[in-house]
């Protein structure tokens, strides 16, 4: 009944949800896709065995929205002008419109986010087979939602390719599973303050748990609660599924305002009921795994309470791992899929391939799952695809504010933070696991254990990954950038105004060079050129992508006379997917009709 009930409200937002779309309320509970499964079961069960730690994930999200000015409506403005759609799109652009650090960044992204979506299928699971009481494998119960949420995923994130790459419907259902998950958080919270009081810090500090009601103490503490809290801040910007909802998705950037303060809150709310919660587990359940205390605690308010607790995380999983899974499509379908398709004169099937990259990203958190997910707890799981994502932010950051970084620097400093990040997080997971031997690293010297690097001992294994990848990385960066010039800017990019034109009729139709034409009309200067080249590549990115948009322009721009046997003296109009240049199918141009419409809603949007 609530996937029903969601996924009609998806439809309907998408037919008739265009003031509750525009809404700033709307935004602001699309955010709270940061708040996932993790949030609902595994916040609590961190309480129960480190205490107040599990706050620095949302004082990190918080800091960032402090800064909103500085960083995000610098970058919402930066998207609207170039058309990003996500952080690999601003990597591509700003360091040469270099394919190699777009599909890099892209393929590293899909990596390391499998441990954050098998995340979401375990709880689901867990949460699932604990109430139910069945003994059926948690992996049977984890495959088949991970089905079920990629055919959401294609049904309402992929029914068509949008030039804007925004889904109404969807931010809609997003938003609703937002309240959903608040709410239920919200009740738990108050049965636990009804029923018990303050009780469970009474009991707690009776049995000696006290320092699970404080910050952790000493220097490593300090460490783990700064580096965490950092962590938290750089995952919350450069998370795709966050840029997707934060910047593309935004429809005014007014909303900003808003959000900047009422997200926190969100968040303040959300984390209000965790540590009674985690102690109320801890006490009453100690023989429930820590990751089940808000189920067992649920359990005991009655069958109603229980199902509302498993809503409210089923809610949350969801949102994460649709929103996740369809930014990651469309990152893929940029600057891996889009490139190759044009190459092989076969784009007419990008919408496709994008379905499929859905559902195989999905299987692969589910293998990932099945092969490290099952040895692990859910915020292991999550920490880890986290300190993956803040390998963006020394070229994300660093492209953003100093025209000093390279390309080279960029690359040399991404490669190093993957490489450190799975020496230190990944591999050591698949230990733990079983699936490679548990004397891997006995042999290593001490100050090379993954765990332990230069003699560096005692610190959190996550804390100690992330300081290590994020130092390796910042500083290959800056090393190479300093060490060699900044790039000289590609070359060929202002093509003739005629040649521009007819690639545009070519991908886009008569709208389109006409577009253009009347553009080149306004235009004065020894620039007209490069702005036409501008031009032509903003009309281009709705429907390649950023990375598609410039792999073979020259290509099928030169591609202008008719097919062999054809009249030259027609015009000749080809269509994405033919084998001799960029259609399906060839057929001579003629002026559109009356009840002609442009193949992208940009083309009129650009032509008023």
Same mark, same amino acid.
């Given at each position: 009944?609530?996937?029903?009930?969601?996924?009609?409200?998806?439809?309907?937002?998408?037919?008739?949800?265009?003031?509750?779309?525009?809404?700033?309320?709307?935004?602001?509970?699309?955010?709270?896709?940061?708040?996932?499964?993790?949030?609902?079961?595994?916040?609590?069960?961190?309480?129960?065995?480190?205490?107040?730690?599990?706050?620095?994930?949302?004082?990190?999200?918080?800091?960032?929205?402090?800064?909103?000015?500085?960083?995000?409506?610098?970058?919402?403005?930066?998207?609207?002008?170039?058309?990003?759609?996500?952080?690999?799109?601003?990597?591509?652009?700003?360091?040469?419109?270099?394919?190699?650090?777009?599909?890099?960044?892209?393929?590293?992204?899909?990596?390391?986010?499998?441990?954050?979506?098998?995340?979401?299928?375990?709880?689901?699971?867990?949460?699932?087979?604990?109430?139910?009481?069945?003994?059926?494998?948690?992996?049977?119960?984890?495959?088949?939602?991970?089905?079920?949420?990629?055919?959401?995923?294609?049904?309402?994130?992929?029914?068509?390719?949008?030039?804007?790459?925004?889904?109404?419907?969807?931010?809609?259902?997003?938003?609703?599973?937002?309240?959903?998950?608040?709410?239920?958080?919200?009740?738990?919270?108050?049965?636990?303050?009804?029923?018990?009081?303050?009780?469970?810090?009474?009991?707690?500090?009776?049995?000696?748990?006290?320092?699970?009601?404080?910050?952790?103490?000493?220097?490593?503490?300090? #460490? !783990?609660?700064?580096? $965490?809290?950092?962590?938290? %801040? /750089? *995952?919350? +910007?450069? &998370?795709? =599924? @966050?840029?997707?909802?934060?910047?593309?998705?935004?429809?005014?950037?007014?909303?900003?305002?808003?959000?900047?303060?009422?997200?926190?809150?969100?968040?303040?709310?959300?984390?209000?009921?965790?540590?009674?919660?985690?102690?109320?587990?801890?006490?009453?359940?100690?023989?429930?795994?820590?990751?089940?205390?808000?189920?067992?605690?649920?359990?005991?308010?009655?069958?109603?309470?229980?199902?509302?607790?498993?809503?409210?995380?089923?809610?949350?999983?969801?949102?994460?791992?649709?929103?996740?899974? #369809? !930014?990651?499509?469309? $990152?893929?379908?940029?600057? %891996? /899929? *889009?490139? +190759?398709? &044009?190459? =092989? @004169?076969?784009?007419?099937?990008?919408?496709?391939?994008?379905?499929?990259?859905?559902?195989?990203?999905?299987?692969?958190?589910?293998?990932?799952?099945?092969?490290?997910?099952?040895?692990?707890?859910?915020?292991?799981?999550?920490?880890?695809?986290?300190?993956?994502?803040?390998?963006?932010?020394?070229?994300?950051?660093?492209?953003?504010?100093?025209?000093?970084?390279?390309?080279?620097?960029?690359?040399?400093?991404?490669?190093?933070?993957?490489?450190?990040?799975?020496?230190?997080?990944?591999?050591?997971?698949?230990?733990?696991?079983?699936?490679?031997?548990?004397? /891997?690293?006995?042999?290593?010297?001490?100050?090379?254990?993954?765990?332990?690097?230069?003699?560096?001992?005692?610190?959190?294994?996550?804390?100690?990954?992330?300081?290590?990848?994020?130092?390796?990385?910042?500083?290959?960066?800056?090393?190479?950038?300093?060490?060699?010039?900044?790039?000289?800017?590609?070359?060929?990019?202002?093509?003739?105004?005629?040649?521009?034109?007819?690639?545009?009729?070519?991908?886009?139709?008569?709208?389109?060079?006409?577009?253009?034409?009347?553009?080149?009309?306004?235009?004065?200067?020894?620039?007209?050129?490069?702005?036409?080249?501008?031009?032509?590549?903003?009309?281009?990115?709705?429907?390649?992508?950023?990375?598609?948009?410039?792999?073979?322009?020259?290509?099928?721009?030169?591609?202008?006379?008719?097919?062999?046997?054809?009249?030259?003296?027609?015009?000749?109009?080809?269509?994405?997917?033919?084998?001799?240049?960029?259609?399906?199918?060839?057929?001579?141009?003629?002026?559109?009709?009356?009840?002609?419409?442009?193949?992208?809603?940009?083309?009129?949007?650009?032509?008023?």
């Amino acid at each position: 009944l609530y996937r029903g009930v969601r996924c009609r409200l998806a439809r309907l937002g998408g037919e008739r949800g265009g003031r509750l779309f525009q809404s700033p309320w709307t935004y602001t509970l699309s955010l709270g896709v940061y708040a996932t499964a993790w949030t609902f079961f595994g916040s609590a069960g961190w309480a129960a065995t480190s205490g107040p730690l599990f706050l620095t994930i949302y004082l990190g999200p918080t800091l960032a929205l402090a800064l909103w000015p500085l960083l995000h409506l610098r970058l919402l403005r930066l998207a609207r002008a170039h058309r990003l759609t996500s952080w690999a799109d601003f990597l591509y652009l700003r360091y040469g419109r270099d394919p190699l650090l777009g599909a890099v960044a892209a393929g590293f992204l899909v990596l390391g986010l499998l441990p954050y979506l098998a995340l979401q299928l375990k709880a689901i699971a867990q949460a699932f087979l604990f109430l139910s009481g069945e003994a059926r494998p948690l992996g049977d119960v984890a495959l088949y939602t991970a089905l079920l949420l990629a055919f959401f995923t294609v049904l309402f994130g992929t029914r068509r390719l949008d030039p804007t790459e925004r889904h109404r419907g969807l931010v809609l259902a997003v938003a609703f599973e937002g309240g959903v998950k608040l709410f239920a958080m919200l009740a738990l919270g108050l049965y636990a303050l009804l029923g018990h009081g303050a009780e469970p810090f009474r009991e707690a500090v009776r049995r000696g748990l006290d320092p699970l009601l404080l910050p952790p103490q000493g220097l490593e503490g300090h #460490l !783990a609660w700064t580096g $965490l809290t950092f962590l938290a %801040l /750089l *995952a919350f +910007l450069f &998370l795709p =599924r @966050q840029f997707h909802v934060a910047v593309v998705e935004n429809t005014d950037e007014r909303h900003l305002a808003l959000a900047s303060w009422a997200f926190p809150l969100y968040l303040l709310l959300l984390n209000l009921p965790i540590l009674p919660l985690a102690l109320l587990g801890r006490l009453h359940h100690p023989e429930v795994p820590p990751a089940l205390h808000v189920l067992a605690v649920a359990r005991e308010g009655g069958a109603a309470l229980a199902f509302l607790a498993f809503l409210g995380g089923v809610s949350a999983a969801t949102a994460m791992v649709v929103v996740e899974t #369809l !930014a990651l499509s469309i $990152l893929v379908s940029h600057h %891996l /899929l *889009a490139p +190759l398709l &044009l190459r =092989r @004169q076969a784009l007419g099937h990008l919408l496709l391939f994008r379905r499929g990259t859905v559902l195989a990203v999905l299987l692969l958190a589910y293998l990932y799952f099945r092969l490290a997910g099952e040895a692990y707890a859910l915020v292991g799981m999550g920490l880890i695809s986290f300190v993956a994502v803040a390998q963006l932010a020394p070229a994300g950051l660093l492209g953003l504010f100093w025209q000093g970084s390279t390309r080279e620097g960029a690359l040399a400093g991404l490669f190093g933070g993957i490489l450190v990040w799975a020496y230190t997080l990944l591999l050591p997971a698949l230990v733990r696991s079983g699936w490679l031997p548990q004397d /891997l690293f006995a042999a290593l010297p001490s100050f090379l254990h993954p765990e332990g690097l230069f003699g560096v001992r005692g610190l959190d294994p996550v804390v100690h990954g992330f300081l290590a990848s994020l130092l390796a990385n910042t500083g290959l960066h800056l090393l190479v950038s300093l060490r060699q010039p900044p790039s000289p800017p590609p070359s060929g990019r202002a093509g003739e105004e005629e040649a521009l034109a007819d690639l545009l009729e070519k991908f886009l139709g008569p709208e389109a060079r006409e577009s253009l034409k009347a553009y080149a009309r306004t235009l004065k200067g020894p620039d007209k050129a490069e702005r036409l080249a501008e031009r032509s590549e903003a009309l281009l990115a709705g429907a390649l992508g950023l990375a598609g948009r410039f792999s073979g322009w020259r290509e099928c721009a030169s591609s202008s006379s008719p097919p062999p046997g054809r009249s030259p003296g027609r015009r000749w109009r080809r269509r994405p997917g033919s084998r001799n240049g960029c259609g399906p199918m060839l057929r001579p141009w003629r002026p559109p009709g009356a009840n002609w419409r442009p193949p992208t809603g940009a083309l009129r949007r650009w032509t008023a």
